[in-house]
């Protein structure tokens, strides 16, 4: 039998999971569909006019983002408990295939559930909020137009933070992830500016990570632009970055001992 993965042993792990978490994930479904109707719907009970596109755009961005990044830095909390931690670690089953299940119900299923309630929110409040008097405009999340399928990009970046989180930390994760994120992230751009200015040799106005530069030369600006492939690289950036972090929380919960 394959040590690393194994079909058998691999959905055995996982009707585990879902019999031990079930009842819990529904519970945090239902906050989370509950919260987004509270907001959704104060937004419609405060304004004159339906509930537009773009309203609907930022509800789905910052609670996908915001929901997805506190469920799955919950996803290995409970190796911060030695007791537990000592019961999932000598589950018979390879650290891939549990880490897999983790990976699975935190980004994929979800993303899923997350789209489903975001919907049933949206149709709830629009219909309640104008009944026949306009025609409903739902958001269209595929859309080629508005792009806001992107999204998913980004929340493989903040997924591939949460759950490295999640198996580095042992209490707090969230917390602790979000403090670490942002003070990386501080560190980032300082490096990335002042490292440009001693590249440069000269005092930049505009430089960051990944980005466009600007400075002043005299009484000319000058805005040096990343070549034409700029949005492919922007798109596929927040893929690799999270594959990166998958692979640290992978290696990191591989080093975990009983």
Same mark, same amino acid.
């Given at each position: 039998?394959?040590?690393?993965?194994?079909?058998?042993? @691999?959905?055995?792990?996982?009707? &585990?999971?879902? +019999?031990? %978490?079930?009842?819990?994930?529904?519970?945090?479904? +239902?906050?989370?569909?509950?919260?987004?109707?509270?907001?959704?719907? @104060?937004?419609? =009970?405060?304004?004159?006019?339906?509930?537009?596109?773009?309203?609907?755009?930022?509800?789905?961005?910052?609670?996908?983002?915001? +929901?997805?990044?506190?469920?799955?830095?919950?996803?290995?909390?409970?190796?911060?408990?030695?007791?537990? $931690?000592?019961?999932? #670690?000598?589950?018979?089953?390879?650290?891939?295939?549990?880490? /897999?299940?983790?990976?699975?119900?935190?980004?994929?299923?979800?993303?899923?559930?997350?789209?489903?309630?975001?919907? /049933?929110?949206?149709? *709830?409040?629009?219909?309640?909020?104008?009944?026949?008097?306009?025609?409903?405009? %739902? *958001?269209?999340?595929?859309?080629?137009?508005?792009?806001?399928?992107?999204?998913?990009?980004?929340?493989? @970046?903040?997924?591939?933070?949460?759950?490295?989180?999640?198996?580095?930390?042992?209490?707090?994760?969230?917390? &602790?992830?979000?403090? $670490?994120?942002?003070?990386? #992230?501080?560190?980032?751009?300082?490096?990335? %500016?002042?490292?440009?200015?001693?590249?440069?040799?000269?005092?930049?106005?505009?430089?960051?990570?990944?980005?466009?530069?600007?400075?002043?030369?005299?009484?000319? %600006?000058?805005?040096?632009?990343?070549?034409?492939?700029?949005? =492919?690289?922007?798109? #596929?950036?927040?893929?690799? /970055?999270?594959?990166?972090?998958? #692979? +640290?929380?992978?290696?990191?919960?591989?080093? &975990?001992?009983?």
């Amino acid at each position: 039998m394959n040590n690393h993965f194994s079909f058998t042993r @691999f959905s055995r792990v996982l009707a &585990k999971h879902t +019999a031990e %978490y079930l009842k819990w994930y529904l519970m945090a479904a +239902a906050v989370l569909t509950g919260a987004m109707t509270l907001i959704l719907g @104060f937004v419609a =009970y405060m304004q004159s006019y339906p509930v537009d596109e773009e309203e609907q755009t930022l509800l789905f961005i910052f609670s996908l983002l915001g +929901a997805g990044s506190v469920f799955t830095s919950t996803v290995f909390a409970h190796l911060g408990d030695k007791k537990k $931690a000592m019961a999932a #670690l000598t589950l018979p089953a390879s650290h891939f295939e549990k880490y /897999l299940v983790a990976w699975l119900y935190s980004f994929l299923i979800f993303s899923v559930v997350f789209t489903l309630s975001f919907y /049933l929110v949206v149709g *709830l409040v629009l219909n309640l909020d104008n009944p026949g008097a306009e025609p409903v405009k %739902y *958001l269209n999340i595929f859309s080629t137009e508005n792009e806001v399928y992107l999204v998913f990009l980004i929340f493989a @970046f903040i997924h591939g933070i949460a759950l490295w989180g999640s198996v580095f930390f042992q209490k707090l994760h969230f917390i &602790k992830t979000a403090f $670490a994120f942002f003070l990386g #992230l501080m560190l980032l751009v300082f490096l990335n %500016y002042h490292g440009l200015e001693m590249l440069l040799n000269r005092d930049l106005m505009v430089a960051m990570p990944f980005n466009n530069i600007g400075f002043q030369d005299k009484d000319q %600006y000058y805005y040096l632009d990343l070549p034409e492939i700029k949005p =492919y690289f922007t798109k #596929l950036l927040p893929v690799v /970055l999270g594959l990166i972090f998958w #692979l +640290a929380a992978y290696f990191g919960l591989k080093e &975990k001992q009983v």
